[in-house]
T-cell receptor, first 110, second 116 residues
């Protein structure tokens, strides 16, 4: 059974600081996703990572994938308050079913 | 382009009652998924439709849950009778093509269900 572990579960950051969220998964998979959720809103797709060594960047967020280590990271550079949200990683099992991590609640303090 | 919509946004019912949740996927998306998040735990897969057919319903917790997608457009998820442990947030998602390399599931805002 595929398991996805995300850490930390809660992250309080100062504006301007850097930090990384980690996502480990237990079996091989086709794709790994990062989603963002604001309170009461939809899950917004941030990144889709397909292959070993894949790196994608959007603004202050950068995601990477190491399929050999079964590890993905979401790196936050120079955090700003607008990045406060819950971030989920999810692994695609059998081409359709997503298995989610528990989510990381990120709070950026000014 | 309209995103995935869900109705109602919130529902409060008593144990033993019936509730029906509705999901309208993005137009043209053949794939429709239901997920739920119970009591702050992980978001869990419930089932997957391709058009009107159930492709995978391995995540459905028991026979109190019935999902339909008549005509391959919107979907409903009925819980009958509802139990306390059914409380949580029910998400719907849709996607166009599961095989595409950049294929993404687009999620709705969820229905928050509270069973008292």
């Amino acid at each position: 059974e595929l398991k996805v572990e995300q850490n930390p579960l809660f992250l309080s950051m100062q504006e301007g600081k850097n930090y990384t969220i980690y996502c480990n998964y237990s079996t091989t998979s086709d794709r790994l996703y990062w989603y963002r959720q604001d309170p009461g809103k939809s899950l917004e797709s941030l990144f889709v990572l397909l292959s070993n060594g894949a790196v994608k960047q959007e603004g202050r967020l950068m995601a990477s994938l190491d399929t050999k280590a079964r590890l993905s990271t979401l790196h936050i550079t120079a955090a700003v308050h607008d990045l406060s949200a819950t971030y989920f990683c999810a692994v695609d099992q059998y081409g359709n079913k997503l298995v989610f991590g528990a989510g990381t609640i990120l709070r950026v303090k000014s | 382009e309209a995103g995935v919509t869900q109705f109602p946004s919130h529902s409060v019912i008593e144990k033993g009652q019936t509730v029906t949740l509705r999901c309208d996927p993005i137009s043209g998306h053949d794939n429709l998924y239901w997920y739920r998040r119970v009591m702050g735990k992980e978001i869990k897969f419930l089932l997957h439709f391709v058009k009107e057919s159930k492709q995978d319903e391995s995540g459905m917790p028991n026979n109190r849950f019935l999902a339909e997608r008549t005509g391959g457009t919107y979907s409903t998820l009925k819980v009958q009778p509802a139990e306390l442990e059914d409380s949580g947030v029910y998400f719907c998602a849709s996607s166009q093509d599961t095989a595409g390399p950049q294929e993404t599931q687009y999620f709705g805002p969820g229905t928050r269900l509270l069973v008292l």
